[in-house]
């Protein structure tokens, strides 16, 4: 998941208490893994984006929407991106969950060139009210040969691993699950930034989702960055990795 929080003073800081969550939509790029993103913000007009865009600039900033179920999350970002935004970020409303999901965010958007993420309306409600910048950071652990990583997930959250293959070879990554039934997703492409987003039967070019362990085997396996995930879905997940 990602990282977001609010400037204090002239830099910026998380604020004790006043960080949230954000979940990267599995369509479009992604923002870069464990470096800030921080941009102005700005609350988009109309808020759910379902028309044409008014209102403030939104050239070199994220603009902020509200999720609606009435028109697709893919459109308001898209006019959001022909305005010049640099990414789009969607609060839920009350009622919504804040689960990838409810964004219908297990699909492809091919014509979209800027991240799109959730957040949860409470973290809209008490942190972002007011907020003229936002800082955004995507983590993901460094896998290493031989070196297992034993993690916990919340249910409908995911962890990214980072593994840089620096020449063809056999490659093998195994899930082992202690409790819950955590699923495994890998993409893979030149770069890191190049990466699409895995978690999901539709995003991802490996996957290995079956009851208990989970493992991915590629032979000969082309040279690049890989980006897996483990997905914990709909019950909590620990789990090593390696």
């Known amino acids: 998941a990602a990282e977001a929080l609010e400037p204090s003073g002239a830099g910026f800081a998380p604020v004790p208490g006043r960080g949230g969550e954000c979940l990267p939509a599995l369509f479009g790029p992604h923002i870069p893994f464990n470096v800030d993103f921080d941009h102005a913000l700005v609350r988009a007009s109309p808020a759910d984006g379902c028309s044409e865009l008014s209102g403030a600039a939104l050239g070199g900033s994220v603009a902020l929407f509200v999720l609606s179920p009435s028109c697709s999350a893919v459109d ?134 079956h009851p208990g362990d989970d493992m991915v085997q590629l032979t000969d396996a082309t040279a690049g960055a890989y980006v897996w995930c483990v997905n914990a879905f709909s019950q909590p997940a620990n789990f090593t990795i390696q």
């Open 76 to 209: 308001a970002a898209l006019r959001a991106q022909a305005r010049g935004a640099v990414a789009a970020v969607f609060a839920t409303r009350s009622e919504q969950p804040f689960w990838r999901s409810t964004a219908g965010w297990l699909s492809v958007a091919p014509s979209l060139s800027i991240p799109v993420l959730l957040v949860d309306h409470e973290f809209d409600r008490s942190a972002l009210t007011g907020a003229s910048h936002l800082r955004l950071r995507l983590a993901a652990h460094v896998l290493q040969d031989g070196v297992a990583l034993t993690l916990q997930l919340a249910a409908e959250r995911d962890a990214f691993f980072t593994y840089a293959l620096p020449a063809a070879a056999d490659l093998t990554v195994v899930v082992f699950a202690s409790a819950g039934d955590p699923d495994l997703y890998g993409n893979t492409a030149s770069t890191f930034e190049a990466v699409p987003l895995p978690p999901g039967t539709f995003t991802a070019q490996f996957q290995a989702a």
